[in-house]
């Protein structure tokens, strides 16, 4: 799965996830919470799995996984639709090799 090429910025770490759950009620068709997957993730677009995020402690930000590449710049346009909506920064995604 290849990365999105936004990535929110999340200084708190503990808001990670209401913050996610407001993306998927926003942004996703039947969009419910989020919920912590066993590796970590979230699964924030209703149990599809195109999309997953991964909070990045050291950065500080949540970087979104896409299923297919093809849907990358969809997902982009939502994911900073959303962070102009709310006052978050969104920022270029930096993968570490």
């Known amino acids: 799965m290849p990365y999105c090429h936004t990535s929110l910025q999340m200084k708190n770490p503990e808001e990670v996830e209401k913050v996610l759950s407001n993306l998927s009620k926003e942004y996703f068709v039947g969009g419910q919470a989020a919920h912590r997957l066993s590796d970590g993730g979230f699964n924030i677009d209703a149990g599809k ?16 996984f896409c299923r297919y590449k093809r849907d990358m710049a969809f997902y982009d346009k939502k994911l900073s639709a959303f962070a102009n909506k709310h006052g978050i920064d969104a920022k270029p995604c930096i993968v570490k090799s």
């Open 49 to 64: 799995n195109d999309i997953r995020a991964y909070y990045d402690e050291d950065e500080e930000a949540i970087k979104f």
